[in-house]
């Protein structure tokens, strides 16, 4: 069972689902997002990696989808907005910089 912490929360998950590991190993995830289709992103900083994780059409106990790095120069990232059409885009706070 999931917890929300924030009340606004329930509103998105749904308290019943089912948490599942999809990826171990990294160093410090930061800045976690799930788009509409099931893409989860996210940035590890102490690789300075920004990974995507796309889920199989038919997601399992098996864990079964694909991990990749969509940018291996992400130092200073930290945050993973998305545009008007869906594009994942990445922010850094050391220059200010969205790309």
Known sequence: ????RVPAMSE?????????????GMGSLNVILCNRIGTLSFVDTASHAVYRYVMGRHQTKSNEGALGIDRSDAIGAFGLPIDYQGRL?????????VT
């Open 12 to 24: 998105v998950i749904d308290p019943r689902a089912e948490v599942l590991s999809v990826v171990s």
């Open 89 to 97: 885009l990445t922010s850094y706070r050391s220059t200010g910089h």
């Open 1 to 4: 069972m999931i917890e929300a």
